[in-house]
């Protein structure tokens, strides 16, 4: 205000004097002063002085005498300067109110107009901010850089700077005016006002409050009664973080999870929103607005890069890439997507469920809010069934040698180890089959594999273990060992290990596990059994030793056998000699015994034939009387007969002979078949 005075009362001087100047010239020009002759000229010099020296013979009247005008120049002089007085009077309050409405905008500022009068437009409604229509109060429009004029008795001008938005840097607005947001709505929607650097633009459909548009990094000349710009330099004034209003940078090795606070509501039962196209990863919102874009967590996730986002509509969480480390695949658990027909099969891409195409190893953005990944390792894994102690990490931690039970009532522990490997391509089956996560395990979304220090050890292989595997073999074992008793299982655990291998190789398979090898280690039986079993060893260790000195006696038998052989070598080739020489003897003695026969036969052929002619001449009664005669010849009686004085003897005499005769007759006849049986 002080430097206002100043330059006003300079105006003023300048002014006036300028009217003198103008007056004093034409006073000269166009005026006679009153003068009165100076008769008494002489000449001699007289002092010089301002009356002289305009006309040698003139000089100055004194004041004190009364003023004659005079006529020295032409005729209407007087009107003139009358003219020329009038102008600067009307001049002087221009250039006065022209210097006090000029307004000088510097570069880097820009100017707020704030119209004071407004007689015919009148004042702002009460819930209006900016005057679009000339009304009194604050413009829309702001002054640029340069000279302007506004009269400060209409106007006040705010010079205030321009928005300057640094590299690497955005800012948000809030609108101060303008229509009221809906229902639902969280943020202003983008209009087409120039970044609201136009602010009639912006009025005529933007929303008041916080807006979905941001500012990028360059200067903006922004009407600041209209808009409220937050950038870093102001940013905890309005309860924000400066980071919250740098550029979002996604590192190489990241991803961003983006969730949305504007938006639709989500549809009952989903977790995220499903893609949206065309919005430049969330640069744009407005465009995700118009395509009926969710609220909240997202599907899409962000790729490495820097990224122009308006924090009051994305927030952004980074996570690393899930990393799948060599020997091993990933199988993409989703809880997105449609329902799929079956809960025990791996379903395809775009399905809730486990997906059928696994991740091999590599780095992938996968969102794990939405898709969680199981990391399943394809080399082989040793699972062991024993009391030894075991890191809590491992696999088979829980697993314990065997309680087992033989058929005739003895209980004994059996240690077990079972080999397994998983295929690639029959992950998914195996995880689908054996079920989600356990409670307090662990699955760490970016695997670090260390196979020289401390392999890290995954759920799902755990899962498989204790809900599958462990059961299975303790199971299998248990129904067996009721099967025999305690010593015949022992004796024969080689039977009962391939037994084990088909069954569990045939269940593990319906999991999509490889069932590499089943091994029984170590069996302990109970002591009375131990005691039997130490026996039996203790039979066969002697029986074993008696086997081999019977081996070794067998030894001895061969080497003096073949001694033997080498010394009867002689004569074995004479008893073969002598072999011949028999067989050669037999030949010649089976030859003179066939003609033997020969001649015995000829001999009884003729005997039968003398024999049937004497029946032919003789008859049969005459035979056979003959025959008789012969035999009773033959018959040789006692010399001394000694009988009873009363001669009863002579009754035997009788009776032998007629028995002789009886015997005789009662003995048939040849006939040709009798001939021929004692011919052949």
Known sequence: ???????????????????????????????????????????????????????????????????????????????????????????????????????????GEIGIVYKKIAPRRGSLPQNKR??????????????????????????????????????????????????????????????????????????????????????????????TKLFTVITTANATQHRMSPKDLRVCVIDSDKIGIVKTEDGIPLPEGEIAGSPIPDHDNFQNGQKFIDADGYKGLQEEVLPSGSWYLNPWFVKVEQVPLTDI????????????????????????????????TPLYPGKYPINPKVQRVEIV???????????????????????????????????????????????GKDAPKMLSRVGSLLVGVSNPTVARFDNSVNPMKFSSIKNLVTRVIGPMVGTHFRNSAQDYEALDFHHNRGDRQRDAIDFISSALDAYGVRAVGTFINEIDLPDGVEKELTRQKEFELIAETLKKEREAEEEKQKLAYTQALTELQGELVRSQHGVEIAELEAMAQKCKNLAKFDATKMENQAKIEFLQAMIDNLGRDGYLDLEKIKHFAELKLPEVLVNNSDQKNTGMLEALIASVFRSSSEQPLLNSSDHKKLLS
């Not at 006529?71 to 210097?99: D, S």
């Not at 640094?166 to 947001?181: K, N």
């Not at 609201?196 to 409050?209: P, S």
């Open 1 to 107: 205000m002080q430097s206002s005075r100043v330059s006003l009362k300079k105006v003023a001087l300048i002014g006036l004097a300028t009217i003198g100047i103008i007056f004093g010239t034409n006073n000269f020009q166009t005026r006679s002063l009153a003068v009165e002759p100076d008769l008494n000229v002489t000449s001699q010099p007289t002092r010089y002085d301002r009356s002289t020296a305009l006309s040698p013979s003139l000089r100055l009247i004194s004041l004190n005498k009364p003023l004659v005008l005079a006529q020295t120049g032409r005729e209407g002089g007087g009107v003139i300067v009358w003219l020329v007085l009038l102008g600067g009077i009307i001049v002087t309050p221009v250039a006065i109110v022209t210097w006090q409405s000029r307004v000088f905008i510097r570069d």
């Open 130 to 223: 900016i005057a679009l229509k000339g009304e009194t109060g604050w413009q829309p429009d702001v002054l640029c850089p340069g000279l302007h004029f506004r009269h400060p008795w209409f106007y006040k001008i705010l010079k205030e700077k321009e928005i300057q938005i640094p590299p690497g840097e955005i800012g948000l607005v809030i609108a101060q005016d303008g229509e009221s947001i809906p229902p639902g709505q969280m943020l202003g929607k983008v209009v087409n006002c120039d970044d609201f650097q136009d602010a009639r633009a912006f009025l005529k459909h933007g929303q008041t409050g916080r807006q979905l548009g941001i500012l990028r990094d360059t200067t903006y000349r922004i009407n």
């Open 325 to 356: 480390p060599a020997g091993h695949v990933g199988v993409i658990i989703s809880d997105v997507g449609k329902n799929p027909h079956t809960q025990d099969e791996p379903v395809d891409c775009g399905y809730k469920g486990v997906l059928k």
């Open 377 to 423: 390792p394809t080399h082989e894994i040793t699972l062991d069934w024993s009391n030894k102690p075991k890191p809590a990490s491992n696999y088979d931690s829980q697993l314990l040698a065997l309680k087992l039970r033989s058929k005739d009532g003895f209980a004994f522990g059996m240690e077990v180890t079972q080999v397994i490997s998983i295929a």
